[in-house]
């Protein structure tokens, strides 16, 4: 480096710290800054030298760890958009310039490697991986499940784009901070410029801090970045979209925007919370609650939405890990349904207020759905609690990937058609490691006929046999609409 400029000394330096920032080094240089004041009395001019800050050189926003805050505003003298000019000027130099030729080598390289042959010409695969922003691969592996559910996906990637910012600031990047207002910001704006940015092709991995931002802000849970459930956390993206969605986006009612699918029916319409939103259109279904009195006989029923069905795992097969294994009979997804619409016998902390008997008595329980949802969630509950601690069950449950037949747990299947109840595997959400707080997630999902693994940055082309073998989390099922004759469950 002696025949460096010192521009690029700087470009360097800062770009190492990016390089760190993620795993922790930027936060320990933070850390070793902070002296112990033995004088209570500190003054403004203390309290301002313990700001430490770092700076991403890919989006050039600005964190200091003593606020836990991104920052927005700049010194009297404008250094940081000084750096920010700097920095964009030295992408155009002939250092940058030979580094991203390299690097577009190595890509290309990386790219050539999963090139097939598909009708006898060779095409090389589009998909955009999502970068790790600190264990956020939880995160991650929903988006790539989501961005392959057609339908909803191309919702929002129709709807048009929303410039946050006007005036004399149009144009130039958005930094997002907690400390703006809720108004500030668009969840729908953020998640359909992460979708849009999957499967375009023109770079090899996205990503998708601007949404993480927003999701700090209005998502109060996942701020930080330890290991979160990707379960919850898609419970909250699909709540967080629906509610945003009613209250209207960019000045447009939300039942304009919903007239301007027109693939989307009225009747395939779920209502929670009174109103009707393409996320209810997609993944709303209904419930029916019966509850039966064992000692009157009386019965009661109750309707309920769901945008997902969770699914105990039978404890019968709670010990068979690896779908290899020969200790009795495999655990199959029909084993999960079947074990959540079974009639069951409530326990004694779960007695019924039996408004015929006046008190709480034994009861039976049933589900039954009343309503299919045009893309079906199965969530299946592999994280328990045991006395203090949440442990992981690691049972293999065998699914299919076409013609799951959800007819016999339907309240009237008779009014079905032939084909209303059949489902093809669209997605599936793996967790990788023992515990909730911990381990990876990664995501298998079918686009045009193929299938790919996304692990964060990393997208790969796998097939049908690999995909069966995953221990799965969460599957997504979509509705089918053409005749074929693919097995049933």
Not at 331 to 343: A, G, I, K, M
Request: hydrophobic share 35%; aromatic share 10%; charged share 25%.
């Amino acid at each position: 480096l002696t025949n460096c400029s010192k521009s690029i000394r700087l470009f360097l330096f800062l770009f190492s710290i990016f390089i760190r920032y993620v795993n922790g080094h930027a936060k320990k240089h933070y850390e070793d800054a902070q002296i112990p004041m033995t004088n209570h009395k500190k003054t403004e001019k203390q309290e301002k030298v313990q700001h430490t800050v770092c700076m991403d050189c890919s989006s050039y926003s600005t964190y200091c760890y003593r606020c836990d805050d991104f920052v927005v505003n700049d010194t009297k003298l404008g250094l940081v958009q000084k750096v920010r000019e700097h920095l964009q000027n030295l992408e155009n130099s002939a250092f940058t310039s030979d580094r991203h030729r390299k690097r577009k080598l190595l890509e290309n390289s990386s790219l050539n490697s999963k090139l097939l042959k598909v009708n006898g010409s060779t095409t090389a695969l589009c998909a955009t991986g999502l970068r790790n922003l600190g264990n956020t691969c939880f995160m991650n592996a929903i988006l790539q499940s989501l961005s392959n559910i057609q339908q909803f996906c191309c919702y929002f990637k129709e709807l048009p784009a929303v410039e946050l910012r006007n005036g004399k600031t149009a144009g130039r990047r958005t930094y997002h901070t907690r400390s703006q207002g809720d108004n500030n910001v668009s969840l729908v704006e953020e998640f359909r410029k992460t979708l849009c940015a999957l499967w375009q092709g023109s770079q090899t991995a996205f990503s998708p801090e601007s949404l993480f931002y927003v999701v700090w802000k209005i998502m109060p849970n996942f701020r930080g970045y330890q290991q979160q459930d990707a379960h919850e956390f898609m419970r909250y993206l699909l709540d967080h979209l629906h509610l945003e969605l009613q209250g209207g986006f960019n000045g447009v009612s939300r039942s304009v925007i919903l007239q301007e699918n027109s693939s989307l029916p009225a009747s395939n319409k779920c209502c929670i919370n009174g109103a009707s939103t393409v996320v209810t259109a997609i993944f709303g279904g209904i419930l029916q609650n019966e509850v039966n009195c064992l000692i009157c006989g009386t019965e009661s029923r109750k309707f309920d939405p769901f945008l997902d069905l969770s699914l105990d795992i039978p404890s019968q097969f709670r010990n068979k890990r690896t779908k290899n294994q020969e200790n009795g009979p495999m655990c199959t997804l029909r084993d999960c349904l079947r074990s959540f619409t079974d009639l069951e016998e409530l326990d004694e902390t779960e007695l019924y207020m039996c408004h015929k008997c006046k008190k709480k008595q034994k009861s039976t329980k049933k589900f039954w759905i009343q309503k299919l949802p045009k893309v079906l969630c199965l969530h299946l509950k592999r994280f328990h609690w045991t006395a203090y601690l949440r442990n992981k069950v690691d049972t293999y449950v065998e699914f299919p990937l076409r013609g799951l037949d959800m007819k016999c747990y339907l309240l009237e299947p008779e009014n079905s058609g032939p084909e209303s109840c059949l489902y093809d595997l669209a997605a599936v959400v793996v967790h990788h490691g023992s515990g909730v707080g911990s381990g990876h997630y990664t995501a298998y999902a079918a686009h045009e006929g193929r299938w790919f693994h996304f692990n964060d940055s990393t997208v790969t082309l796998t097939d049908e046999e690999t995909v069966v073998k995953a221990k799965a989390y969460i599957l997504f099922y979509v509705e089918r609409q053409a005749k074929s004759g693919s097995d049933k469950l």
